[in-house]
């Protein structure tokens, strides 16, 4: 057991480092994307695998017990609430009209020009 | 009362889980709390195929596992086109069509939708699901029937079984 844990301590640090990095492109995604529907698909990055891998990475971090348990649980709910919670945003956003943009009509402000740079 | 019983199950792992003091005092405020919460949801009657879907059975797991695989992969998608320089995307709502026949089919099948990073569930109508899509490639009708006709047939098995 105590000759695997420097492996298992660096699987988890991979997948600790590869959940960050899918936060980054997450977060990234949030400041570059044309409009508000655009923005959920990032938000979708964020929410399933930047949340899941470190989430994965977390328990390795732990002997398996109670801890272990718990990050399975925040796992699970994470994975009914999010895909939910989105799906109340995004229907919010279609029944007050906001208009989703696309390559030919959303010519307004900033958008654009963040695509075409 | 199969349901009751599973809950019961259920909440008694949760608890548990959670607690870690496992005193005789402490446990039976946790045996009391699960009891008075499955009462209360006998009471409610909220036990039904939605509440407590226990009809799904393992193929629920079997889902969850090819629901992982897609996630995975539409992450990829989705982080390459964020990450691209020139960001090839070109939004559109699309209709997917559903044909699924209960609401917990449709949920599943909708949250699935959303989960995969690409494509957001907008809005659920009767045999059709209205999503928006960030590329041609997630708005793609035939991946998304793959997607509908497996959870049709898990929210089957009850039928089945």
Redesign the interface.
């Known amino acids: 057991m105590d000759a695997l844990l420097p492996i298992v301590n660096s699987i988890s640090w991979l997948f600790l480092a590869t959940g960050s990095i899918?936060l980054l492109?997450?977060g990234?995604?949030l400041l570059?994307?044309?409009?508000f529907?655009?923005r959920?698909?990032?938000a979708?990055?964020i929410?399933?695998?930047g949340t899941?891998l470190i989430l994965i990475g977390l328990m390795m971090q732990e002997e398996i017990g109670?801890n272990t348990?718990?990050l399975v649980?925040i796992g699970f709910f994470l994975?009914?609430t999010?895909?939910?919670s989105?799906?109340a945003v995004?229907?919010a956003?279609?029944v007050a009209g906001q208009k989703?943009?696309?390559?030919s009509n959303?010519n307004t402000k900033d958008a654009k020009e963040?695509?075409e740079s | 009362m199969i349901r009751a019983l599973a809950l019961g199950a259920a909440l008694a792992l949760l608890w548990l889980g959670l607690s870690g003091h496992y005193t005789p005092l402490i446990l039976s405020f946790g045996i009391l709390s699960v009891v008075f919460v499955v009462v209360i949801a006998l009471r409610m009657d909220i036990l039904d195929q939605e509440g407590m879907p226990l009809q799904l059975g393992a193929r629920f797991v079997l889902y969850w596992v090819w629901l992982g695989i897609e996630i995975v992969k539409s992450n990829l998608h989705a982080a390459r086109i964020i990450l691209s320089p020139s960001m090839p995307i070109n939004p559109q709502i699309v209709r997917f069509k559903s044909t699924q026949h209960t609401d917990l089919g449709q949920v599943i099948y909708a949250n699935s939708i959303t989960l995969t990073p690409g494509t957001t569930t907008i809005e659920i109508e009767d045999g059709h699901i209205l999503v928006h899509a960030l590329t041609d490639q997630t708005a793609d009708l035939d991946a998304a029937a793959v997607m509908d006709k497996r959870v049709t047939e898990l929210e089957r098995a009850k039928e089945a079984g």
């Open positions: 899918f492109i997450g990234i995604g570059r994307l044309p409009d529907y655009a959920t698909h990032a979708g990055v929410d399933t695998l899941g109670l348990f718990k649980l994975f009914f999010s895909p939910t989105s799906y995004a229907h956003a279609w989703p943009w696309t390559n959303g963040d695509v």
